[in-house]
Structure formats: C-alpha cells, structure tokens
C-alpha cells in the first residue's frame, strides 16, 4: 500500500484546496494508496466533513501544529518551527512511514527540509527542480528550474541523468532523449558551461543525447535531431523560462476577453486550450536528487493541481524511482 | 532628409519582401526619408516593377552584386564577399552616405559587419541585440538577445545605459526604468553576475533602476516596484526567451485553430491578438552598442515586419540616437 503525504497546510488556499485535491485523488486516481494529510488536525478536520462521502480509512491525518509562512525564511523557519507541515511531513518519509510528500507551501523550506532530512544522492550538492512544460505531444521535463544557478556542466550532466530516471518511471517513457538547452543548434554554441556540457553528454554512452535544443523546440517537443523528454540547464535559466511561460498564459487571457465573444469565451473549445497551456494538470514539480518521492507545486494550486500531483508521486513510488536513482548514484567506488 | 538603406538581398523572401516592405514604408511611415535598396539591381528593379505607384524620387537602388547565404559563417563571408548587400548597406553609412541599415539577412553577418565597419563605442566588445517584447502596456526592451553570452556584470550595466537612450529617443519615454531579469525579487538572488550587476545598477546615479525582474514580469511591463521600459539580461537567457516567446505563437495557433469554430478563427477580434503578440510589428531588433543606426529583422520577415522596422530606424535617426549615444560613450578621461 502506498502512502503519499500532503502538507495540508502549503499553499495559498490550505488547507481547502489540499484537502479537496486528496478527495478528488482518492476518488479519481487509479491505485492502492491512501493519503496522509499533515497538519493542523482540527482544521483539517472541518474542511474534511465537507467531503462526506469520502473514505476515511484511506485518509490518515497527520497533527503538525507550526505552519511555515510563504515568505518565511526556510532554514530559520525549519529551525524554528520543528513541528511544522513540512517537517512532520518529511519525516514521515524519513522513518519510512511515508512513501512520497507532495506541498504547494514554501518552496524553499520544502527544498531544504528535503534537502535535510531525506538527504541527496552522492555527488549533487543540492536538489534540482523538474518541471513539465507541455508540447504539442507529451509533456517534456525541463530541470532545473530555479534551484541551481550557476551550474558547472558536470550538474548539468547529473541533471540528465536524474531527468531520464523520473522520464521513465513517471512519464512512462521507455528510452528517454536528452536535450541541452541552447542558444543554437551547433556544438560550438553557448556559455562556457553549456559548450562543456555538451561534450560531456555527448561522452555518456548512458544517455541517448539529442545535442542542443533551442528555446523555441521546447513546446514542440523535439529538435532537428528528433524529440526529447528531459531538457536540461542551468537554473537561473530554467526559473526565468518557467515563470515567463506562467506569465503567457495570463496575457493571452487578457487578450481573449478583450477581443473574443462571450460565447468563444465559455466555449469547451477554449476551456481545453486553458486546460492545455495549464501545467499545472502536468503534477507539479517533482524534486529530484533527493531520496525520496517530493513534489513541489505552486503557491496558487487548486484541488485538481493537487490530485494531479498525488497522481504523479504515486506513480514515483510505484515505479520505485527511489530505488533505481539509488542503485545509479552510489558512492563512489561501492558496486551495486 | 534621412535615408534608411534596407538589406534587400536579405531574408528568406528576399527581395520580394524587403521591397514591398519598403513600398509599405514610402506610402505609410510619416516622415521625410528615402529608402536605398541594397542589393542585385536587376533583381530589385524587377520587384520595383509590380510597385507602380511608387515615387521613384525616394527610392535608391545601390548595386551590391554578393549575396551572403543564411547559413554561412559570418566572418568568411564577410571576407569572401567584399560587395554582399550587408557590406555594401553598412558601407554607405560608414561614409556617412546612409543613416540607418535594416537586414533580415543572416544575423551573424550582420552583427560582424556593423561592428567591423560601425565600430563600437569604447567600453563595449561586442554588439547587444535589443528586442521589444509586447506587454499589456507599451512594448519593453530586452537585451542581449543573445549575441553577448556569458555577461560579466559591468556589461549589464552598459546593456541598460544602451537600452536606456534606445527607450528615449525611439520608443518615447521620456524616462525610462531599468530592470534586471533575476530569479527573485529580492536583492541577494540570482548567479554572480546578477548579484554583482545588481549592486552596481542600484549605484549608478545615471539610471532609473527598478531592482529584479522575475520571468513572469515581462509581459506585465511591471514588477512590485514599478514599471519598467528596459530589461537586462546575459545573452544566453535572453537568447533562449526570445526563442521560447516566438514558439508559443505557434503552440497557441495550432491549438485555437483545432478547438475553436472556423467563424472564430477568421474574426477580426483574433487577427488583432496575433497582431498583439507578434513582436515583429514592433519593427525587428536593433543592435545596440555600435556606433550607427542597424536593425535586424527575422528570416522569416514579411513587408509589414520591414514597415516596421523603417519606422524604428526613422526614430532613431531623426531623434539623433547615435549623436546621444556618442556623447555619452566616450574613451575615459575625455570629456564631451
């Protein structure tokens, strides 16, 4: 039986929304799990008697009475508040009780909780963010995207490596392809990381290396030399890129209601563009270099950002992710 | 009178486009200037031909026998061929027969050649590329688009000083607002080079700075601290939005053309969001840095994107862009 945590206390509309979100996945998300909601008990409580039909023997509620701020700062909020959503949550996985923990709260306590207590793998100094960006066809994984600025190319390698891991055990691809972002299509192209990079992905007989895919080839997928799954780059980059692209979307809203009739504007057609350009239906940003299952999502999630996310570390824990990034990254030296 | 010498040998629909451009220009762009049309005079004349009203008396057709492909290295080709339309465009403002220069050609020959023949003003190494990205307000130029990777911090604070006398003279603020694109709003956030350039933008008495810019402010034209009519960043970052924001017109063509009713697709109110988020009506990229008026459109230029930029080069020349910039760009210890 997998179990998957939710803080219930992460996120702008907490904790209505993860509550709901666990009671849509229960409902609607194939497999043998239950949810565990870490937080305040009581309010978790009252939100969750609005939801009567659900079953409560696949709900476990978790008391973690401190709440961590949005805006907190994460290692002094950690410290400060031991009890926290976060915290409690996290170490439910620690201590083996947990299987995956999904939170829309303060990203960078999240990081650093993780950081802290499920610890890395050998040889990465901190997690790296994945976050799913759609395409045309399926939906491509971009890391990092924001949690290391200034990669040497030697991260930018173990991003792939990450990246093709939680392509085949989340995404269901069998043979994932790698792409190095880039400014152009040519070996020689790029800052001095990513021309490094390049030389050192196209060495890594483990990896299926597409070369260096160009901002426009993300959304369609794939570039001259075929389509990827997993893109890599450095997190400044990737951040920017993420957050212009959530930007876009509300730009283009804007110009639908001002030019596009009422009855455009509540048609199926266009709620399935929204639903479409929506990444958050994509599960949220898994946290990889961890050990263990951690999805971050946004601030702003909605209950079916939610059941997406439980959707996604279910398959994560399923797949045993965990496991196989574990028998990859070992010391150095130690066989499997 | 100014004359604006147009590249007509450049782009991929060469030179059908940059002619019916220029007759676009002629007929609609307010202002008193000639067009000299740079390129295979037979070629050119034939495409004059299906322009019958045109005022003969404006336009020029300068001879330049060579054409540089879009794909070939820029510098051999510069050497190679001593009388391409770009060498022969720029020449003529060299000798000070030209004030401004258009191509659609390829970009690196462009920029090699503007800044061979150009030169630039002391302090800069290479060219920046500006692009106006659309907001909901008035357009905001981003620069380096891409031809200045790997940016120590002192080259963003030239990149906002360029931006800055672009923004005045030819986008018409009368003050423009400097942000610097970052990963978070705070001041300690980002890579090196973005921490130190915040520093000193914050120090430079000179300019109107606004602090960080998180990828999701772009299109808002604003952050938490005001708006801003300038944004600086690597061109490596710069490079790679611009290529993602070009890509997502086509992501959400295919997706309004495949949901949305055929009376819908062919409604005025859709035409002018495309018209919206096409940034080529906002007249193609100057590059910024080199002592001249260039502007460089994309390949894929159509008449109204060569209109567009004869306006933007028209700006530039008659509000004395590179007089200001030379005043302000001086070799140390030399005073104005």
């Known amino acids: 039986m997998i179990r998957i945590a939710i803080d219930a206390m992460g996120g702008d509309s907490a904790p209505a929304a993860p509550v709901a979100g666990a009671a849509q996945a229960l409902a609607e998300v194939a497999g043998d799990f239950v949810v565990q909601l870490v937080g305040q008990s009581a309010a978790i409580e009252a939100e969750l008697a609005r939801h009567p039909d659900l079953n409560r023997r696949r709900i476990e509620v978790v008391e973690a009475p401190d709440v961590v701020g949005m805006g907190e700062k994460p290692l002094q909020a950690l410290r400060s508040k031991k009890q926290s959503s976060i915290a409690v949550g996290l170490g439910l996985q620690k201590t083996g009780q947990s299987d995956a923990f999904i939170s829309a709260g303060n990203t960078g306590a999240v990081m650093a909780g993780a950081t802290l207590m499920l610890r890395l793998y050998p040889g990465f100094e901190r997690p790296a963010i994945g976050t799913p960006f759609p395409t045309s066809g399926e939906p491509v994984l971009v890391l990092d995207a924001g949690a290391n600025v200034d990669c040497t190319a030697e991260e930018l390698v173990g991003f792939a490596h990450l990246g093709v891991h939680y392509a085949r055990d989340v995404l269901g691809r069998p043979e994932p392809a790698v792409?190095?972002?880039?400014?152009?299509?040519?070996?020689?192209?790029?800052?001095?990381?990513?021309?490094?990079?390049?030389?050192?992905?196209?060495?890594?007989?483990?990896?299926?290396?597409?070369?260096?895919?160009?901002?426009?080839?993300?959304?369609?997928?794939?570039?001259?030399?075929?389509?990827?799954?997993?893109?890599?780059?450095?997190?400044?980059?990737?951040?920017?890129?993420?957050?212009?692209?959530?930007?876009?979307?509300?730009?283009?809203?804007?110009?639908?209601?001002?030019?596009?009739?009422?009855?455009?504007?509540?048609?199926?057609?266009?709620?399935?563009?929204?639903?479409?350009?929506?990444?958050?239906?994509?599960?949220?940003?898994?946290?990889?270099?961890?050990?263990?299952?951690?999805?971050?999502?946004?601030?702003?999630?909605?209950?079916?950002?939610?059941?997406?996310?439980?959707?996604?570390?279910?398959?994560?824990?399923?797949?045993?992710?965990?496991?196989?990034?574990?028998?990859?990254?070992?010391?150095?030296?130690?066989?499997?």
């Not at 455009?264 to 929204?274: A, F, H, N, P, Y």
């Open 179 to 336: 792409g190095l972002l880039n400014i152009g299509e040519e070996t020689e192209k790029g800052n001095a990381a990513a021309k490094e990079a390049h030389r050192l992905l196209t060495a890594d007989a483990a990896l299926r290396f597409v070369g260096n895919v160009e901002g426009r080839d993300i959304l369609a997928g794939r570039c001259e030399r075929g389509s990827f799954d997993v893109v890599v780059c450095d997190g400044f980059v990737g951040n920017i890129l993420l957050k212009f692209y959530e930007s876009i979307g509300k730009l283009v809203n804007t110009l639908v209601e001002k030019e596009l009739p009422a009855e455009v504007l509540k048609s199926e057609g266009l709620r399935r563009i929204w639903r479409y350009l929506d990444y958050a239906q994509y599960g949220g940003a898994p946290l990889l270099g961890v050990r263990g299952v951690c999805i971050i999502g946004h601030g702003r999630s909605s209950p079916h950002a939610f059941r997406a996310a439980v959707r996604v570390a279910h398959e994560a824990a399923s797949h045993h992710l965990v496991q196989h990034m574990s028998s990859e990254f070992q010391p150095r030296g130690v066989e499997a």
